[in-house]
C-alpha cells in the first residue's frame, strides 16, 4: 500500500539522500515537507522580514527537486510579513512549490489580512495546509489556532485547505466546521474544500474517539495521515504512526482496504490533485 505522510517539517540542514533513506526505511512513498519557519525567532510576536524568505523557500525547493515525486515541498509564509504575495508567487510559481504551510502566530485565519493571500490562493490553485488546534511550537498563540476561525474561507471556495491535528483538543469543533464547508457545496464531498490532517496531536487516550467521530461524518476521502515528525525522523518515527492507526482503523473500526487507502494515500492525492 502507497502511504503519503502530509505532514513534516524540515529544521533546516536536511539532505534529500537522507529523507529519502528515511522514507524508504519507514515504507512512505510520498511526504508533504513543510519549509522551515523562516527567520530566528519563532517565539517573537512580529513577522519575519522579507529576506528571511528566500533561504528557506531554496533549501525546500532544492530537496523537492531531487524527487519531485516523492517530496513535496511546502513554503512557510507569515502573511504579516512586507512584500509576501510576490513571495509566495515565488515559491509556488517559479520554485515549484506544492502549497502553503501556516501557523497561526498573533494573526487569524480570519483577518482581513489574509484575505489577499486567500485571493492569490484562488488564482494559483494549490492548498494550504494550516496548523490547528493547541500549539506546544511556540508563543502563547493557541487562541489563533481555533477551528471556527477558519470558517472564513468559505468566502473563498477555490481555496482548498486542511487543518492539522484533528484540531486537538478541538476535536468535535474541527469536525462541525468540516460539515459547515460540506453544506457550502450541497453536502457534496467531493466538492468539498477542507480536509483533515490527522496527524498527531491527539494522545493516545483521545485517538480512538477522534477518528471513531472523524471517520463516519466526514468520510475517508477528506482524512489524510501524517506523522507531524521532522525530516530526520522519519525512519524512527512514522512506523510507530502507520501500525497504531492502522490498528485503530482496521481492527477496532473495521474499516474496508479501500477506506484505508483513502486515509493513507487518496485523500491527500485528493488535496493535491485539485478534488
Ligand atoms: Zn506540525
Request: with cysteine; hydrophobic share 40%; net charge negative.
Given at each position: 500500500m502507497n502511504i503519503w505522510d502530509c505532514h513534516v517539517h524540515m529544521r533546516g540542514g536536511e539532505t534529500a539522500d537522507e529523507i529519502l533513506r528515511g522514507m524508504d526505511a519507514a515504507g512512505i512513498t510520498r511526504i508533504c515537507l513543510f519549509a522551515r519557519y523562516p527567520g530566528r525567532d519563532i517565539e517573537g510576536h512580529g513577522p519575519p522580514p522579507a529576506e528571511a524568505y528566500r533561504p528557506a523557500i531554496e533549501e525546500v525547493a532544492a530537496i523537492q527537486e531531487v524527487d519531485p515525486d516523492r517530496?513535496?515541498?511546502?513554503?512557510?509564509?507569515?502573511?504579516?510579513?512586507?512584500?509576501?504575495?510576490?513571495?509566495?508567487?515565488?515559491?509556488?510559481?517559479?520554485?515549484?512549490?506544492?502549497?502553503?504551510?501556516?501557523?497561526?502566530?498573533?494573526?487569524?485565519?480570519?483577518?482581513?489580512?489574509?484575505?489577499?493571500?486567500?485571493?492569490?490562493?484562488?488564482?494559483?490553485?494549490?492548498?494550504?495546509?494550516?496548523?490547528?488546534?493547541?500549539?506546544?511550537?511556540?508563543?502563547?498563540s493557541s487562541r489563533f489556532c481555533q477551528p471556527v476561525l477558519y470558517e472564513a474561507l468559505?468566502?473563498?471556495?477555490?481555496?482548498?485547505?486542511?487543518?492539522?491535528?484533528?484540531?486537538?483538543?478541538?476535536?468535535?469543533?474541527?469536525?462541525?466546521?468540516?460539515?459547515?464547508?460540506?453544506?457550502?457545496?450541497?453536502?457534496?464531498?467531493?466538492?468539498?474544500?477542507?480536509?483533515?490532517?490527522?496527524?498527531?496531536?491527539?494522545?493516545?487516550?483521545?485517538?480512538?474517539?477522534?477518528?471513531?467521530?472523524?471517520?463516519?461524518?466526514?468520510?475517508?476521502?477528506?482524512l489524510m495521515y501524517g506523522t507531524d515528525c521532522t525530516a530526520g525522523s522519519i525512519a524512527g518515527n512514522a512506523p510507530w504512526h502507520i501500525r497504531k492507526d492502522t490498528d485503530i482503523l482496521v481492527n477496532e473500526m473495521g474499516l474496508s482496504e479501500e477506506q484505508v487507502e483513502e486515509f493513507f494515500w487518496g485523500a491527500a492525492e485528493a488535496l493535491y490533485s485539485g478534488g
Amino acid at each position: 500500500m502507497n502511504i503519503w505522510d502530509c505532514h513534516v517539517h524540515m529544521r533546516g540542514g536536511e539532505t534529500a539522500d537522507e529523507i529519502l533513506r528515511g522514507m524508504d526505511a519507514a515504507g512512505i512513498t510520498r511526504i508533504c515537507l513543510f519549509a522551515r519557519y523562516p527567520g530566528r525567532d519563532i517565539e517573537g510576536h512580529g513577522p519575519p522580514p522579507a529576506e528571511a524568505y528566500r533561504p528557506a523557500i531554496e533549501e525546500v525547493a532544492a530537496i523537492q527537486e531531487v524527487d519531485p515525486d516523492r517530496i513535496y515541498g511546502l513554503f512557510w509564509p507569515d502573511p504579516r510579513s512586507e512584500g509576501i504575495l510576490d513571495l509566495v508567487e515565488y515559491a509556488l510559481l517559479d520554485k515549484g512549490l506544492r502549497g502553503l504551510k501556516m501557523i497561526p502566530n498573533h494573526w487569524s485565519p480570519c483577518d482581513e489580512l489574509l484575505f489577499p493571500l486567500y485571493e492569490k490562493m484562488q488564482a494559483i490553485g494549490k492548498p494550504i495546509q494550516f496548523h490547528s488546534g493547541i500549539l506546544y511550537g511556540f508563543g502563547d498563540s493557541s487562541r489563533f489556532c481555533q477551528p471556527v476561525l477558519y470558517e472564513a474561507l468559505v468566502n473563498f471556495p477555490g481555496v482548498r485547505f486542511s487543518l492539522a491535528h484533528i484540531s486537538w483538543p478541538w476535536v468535535d469543533e474541527c469536525i462541525a466546521v468540516f460539515g459547515r464547508f460540506r453544506a457550502a457545496v450541497r453536502y457534496q464531498t467531493a466538492d468539498c474544500q477542507m480536509w483533515i490532517d490527522t496527524c498527531r496531536g491527539t494522545p493516545d487516550a483521545w485517538r480512538l474517539e477522534a477518528l471513531r467521530k472523524a471517520v463516519p461524518f466526514c468520510g475517508t476521502k477528506r482524512l489524510m495521515y501524517g506523522t507531524d515528525c521532522t525530516a530526520g525522523s522519519i525512519a524512527g518515527n512514522a512506523p510507530w504512526h502507520i501500525r497504531k492507526d492502522t490498528d485503530i482503523l482496521v481492527n477496532e473500526m473495521g474499516l474496508s482496504e479501500e477506506q484505508v487507502e483513502e486515509f493513507f494515500w487518496g485523500a491527500a492525492e485528493a488535496l493535491y490533485s485539485g478534488g
